[in-house]
């Protein structure tokens, strides 16, 4: 039987050997209720046990280095409410003179709901510096459903900083006038 340079066999020595020590087993991930959005370097909308998550995941873990080799993830099943997300990693890594040690261990991220930027803008008063106010005076509503059908299809109302419906009509709240005139021409260009 041959040594590693440690005196143990291979064996022994890959038991005794913790390939994961300095890779984080535990994290914090930022959710925002309102909008259903997860903090990466921006927020963005993933579903649970999606792909993107599983990239938002990884990218949270501290540790994974060059050296390291993941070879595979997933995720472990949790309640719903728990507001637990568990990734399952098998990682490898080169240890001494060729021998390979490979581990698989759990993750676990806890979810902390907080409100993103957005959605705080919403709450405050008085934030918005342009509005945009859209009315129709009949007794039917087809031409104003229709209407709203294709500003949410263009995603027209994504800037805005609020929405508000109004007897005759709805009012979009902008942060700058620009935005504003970007929807009021959109509109006159779908009126046409």
């Known amino acids: 039987m041959d040594a590693t340079q440690s005196g143990m066999c291979e064996t022994c020595f890959k038991n005794n050997i913790d390939i994961s020590e300095g ?3 535990q994290g914090l991930i930022h959710y925002c209720r309102q909008c ?3 903090l990466k370097t921006g927020w963005i909308r993933c579903s649970l046990e999606s792909s993107d998550m599983m990239t938002l ?3 949270k873990v501290k540790g994974l280095n060059k050296s390291v080799k993941i070879l595979d993830s997933s995720f472990v099943w949790t309640e719903p409410h ?5 990734v399952k990693l098998s990682i490898q890594k080169e240890v001494l003179n060729g021998v390979v040690v490979q581990k698989t261990f759990i ?16 709450f405050t008063p008085h934030i918005w510096n342009a509005a945009c106010q859209i009315r129709q005076k009949v ?11 294709l500003i949410m299809k263009h995603q027209m109302h994504s800037k805005a900083v609020n929405i ?9 709240y902008f942060q700058n006038k620009s935005q504003a005139n970007s929807l009021s ?3 006159t260009v779908k009126e046409n």
């Open 36 to 38: 259903d959005r997860y």
């Open 185 to 187: 021409d959109f509109i």
């Open 107 to 122: 993750v676990e991220f806890v979810v902390e709901w907080i409100q993103c930027d957005d959605c705080k803008k919403t």
């Open 139 to 149: 007794n039917h509503k087809r031409t104003f459903l229709l209407m709203e059908q």
């Open 57 to 59: 995941c990884l990218g």
């Open 23 to 25: 890779i984080t087993k």
């Open 82 to 86: 728990s507001k637990r997300i568990k």
């Open 164 to 172: 508000k419906e109004m007897p005759e009509g709805i009012d979009f």
